[in-house]
């Protein structure tokens, strides 16, 4: 185990379709977190999930997103209808259950809407 | 509302001067401080958090809640600390600790 991991790593797509991003996190890690990063932006908050419940969600994760984490182990997102609004940077991050639990990040989804 | 604050986008120093990398918050309680860095092409990463009042390369950060601040500094910097370098506030509650982060500050050491 290396890390988070993210797949794929780029992704192009046109307007109007549905895509899905997975989150690897590292293998003992509970807690899963979801971040968009666009371009002069710091990351900001999507979602997390403590083991496969879905805790919090951000007023930026608007209908068209879903996030899952079925098993607890790896994370599904997934952007339906996508608009080119959504291009951006998908950020996932895994940490221990303990607060203040360090956030390791994953290399990023980099999403191009045309 | 919880808010960071990092008032400048790009930052260049020459090798061996001090660093600041500056950082404002705002938040009401009591949130916690980190700051994380990205260097080219790799992925984003814990330098440092308040509550652990340490010195990571040679970097450290005070938290003054007096002037909501939590300022990166330096007093020699090097060339391999050049890379993008983020501010971030948690405020845990019921276990939580998403992060809320600043717009980011470049920093450039110059040979």
């Known amino acids: 185990d290396t890390g988070v991991s993210q797949n794929p790593r780029h992704k192009i797509t046109k307007r109007g379709q549905n895509v899905t991003f997975r989150c690897d996190p590292i293998?003992?890690?509970?807690?899963l977190y979801w971040y968009r990063q666009t371009l002069g932006q710091g990351p900001e908050f999507l979602t997390y999930f403590q083991n496969e419940a879905q805790l919090e969600k951000s007023r930026l994760l608007s209908d068209r997103f879903s996030a899952e984490r079925p098993k607890g182990s790896f994370s599904t997102l997934e952007i339906q209808r996508t608009e080119q609004g959504d291009s951006a940077m998908y950020l996932c991050?895994?940490?221990?259950?303990?607060?203040?639990?360090?956030?390791?990040f994953g290399p990023g989804t980099r999403l191009t809407v045309t | 509302a919880q808010r960071v604050t990092q008032p400048e986008k790009l930052l260049s120093v020459f090798k061996g001067a001090p660093v600041e990398l500056k950082c404002n918050y705002s938040?009401?309680?009591?949130?916690?401080l980190f700051w994380y860095v990205q260097y080219s092409r790799q992925r984003l990463q814990l330098l440092l958090r308040h509550i652990s009042r340490e010195s990571i390369k040679g970097f450290t950060a005070d938290l003054n809640k007096g002037e909501t601040s939590f300022h990166l500094k330096k007093p020699f910097a090097q060339e391999e600390d050049s890379a993008m370098y983020y501010c971030a506030l948690s405020v845990p509650r019921a276990g939580a600790n998403n992060l809320f982060f600043g717009t980011g500050t470049r920093l450039t050491v110059i040979p």
């Open positions: 293998s003992e890690h509970n807690r």
């Open positions: 938040y009401s309680g009591s949130p916690e």
């Open positions: 991050a895994s940490s221990l259950l303990a607060a203040g639990g360090e956030q390791y």
